[in-house]
C-alpha cells in the first residue's frame, strides 16, 4: 500500500518526536534505533523509509528542537519581560527534573560534540538563530550588539541546568537555579 506525502510527513515527524524526547532522557548514545521507533509506534522497518542513518535521524532532531524552542520563546511577551520568563522557566525544577521535555543543549552537548558534521552545523545555524532571536529581543534597534552577551548567559544557562541535574541535595539544587537565573539575566541586561 503506497501511503500519501502527508501520511509520510506525519510519520517522520513522530519519529522525529520520539527520537528527540529518547535522546534527551537515555543520550543519543543510549538510546537505539529500535528504541525510538518502538516509542513512536512503528517497526525498525520503518525507519530508513525516513533516515539515511542514525547520524540522519540525529541532526534531524537537533534542528527540530531547536526550532521548536525559538517557537517557544516565540510565545513569550514581547521584549524583556518575556526573556525573564524564559529564563526563569530554562531554570526551573520542572525542566530540571523533566530532561525529556526540555532543552536539547543541556541534555545533549557533550554528545553533539562528538557527533559528525551534519549534526554539528545543524547545531550551530540553530543555536545562532536561537541566541539572535533572544539579542533581537533585547535591543530591536540593534540585535548584533547583544549577541555576545546573549551566548554567554545561554552558555551559563546550560552550565546552571546541567550542574542542578548532577546536585543531589535538592536545596542546593534550587540554590543553583535561582543564582544561574540572576546571573544570566544580569548578563543579558547589562549595558554593552
Do not use: W
Not at 521548536?68 to 518575556?82: E, K, N, V, Y
Not at 543555536?127 to 539572535?132: D, K, L, M, P, R
Request: some cysteine.
Amino acid at each position: 500500500m503506497r501511503y500519501t506525502d502527508d501520511h509520510k510527513q506525519t510519520t517522520r515527524q513522530r519519529i522525529i518526536a520520539a527520537a528527540g524526547r529518547r535522546f534527551k532522557q537515555n543520550g543519543i548514545d543510549g538510546s537505539g534505533i529500535a528504541a525510538v521507533m518502538k516509542d513512536a509506534g512503528l517497526t525498525n522497518g520503518a525507519f530508513y523509509a525516513h533516515f539515511a542513518s542514525k547520524d540522519d535521524l540525529v541532526a534531524n532532531v537537533i534542528a527540530d528542537q531547536l526550532r521548536t524552542q525559538i517557537a517557544d520563546l516565540d510565545a513569550l511577551p514581547p521584549g524583556r519581560a518575556g526573556i525573564e520568563a524564559y529564563v526563569r522557566s530554562y531554570l526551573s525544577p520542572k525542566h530540571r527534573d523533566h530532561p525529556q521535555d526540555g532543552c536539547p543543549s543541556a541534555a545533549l552537548l557533550d554528545e553533539i560534540g562528538r557527533c559528525g558534521d551534519q549534526a554539528k552545523a545543524v547545531y550551530s545555524d540553530g543555536t545562532q538563530a536561537f541566541v539572535g532571536e533572544i539579542a533581537a529581543r533585547l535591543a530591536p534597534e540593534d540585535p548584533q550588539s547583544k549577541l555576545e552577551q546573549v551566548a554567554s548567559a545561554f552558555a551559563l544557562m546550560i552550565g546552571t541546568l546541567q550542574l542542578s541535574r548532577a546536585t543531589t541535595d535538592q536545596a542546593l539544587s534550587a540554590q543553583i537555579l535561582e543564582r544561574g537565573a540572576r546571573n544570566a539575566l544580569d548578563l543579558m541586561h547589562a549595558e554593552s
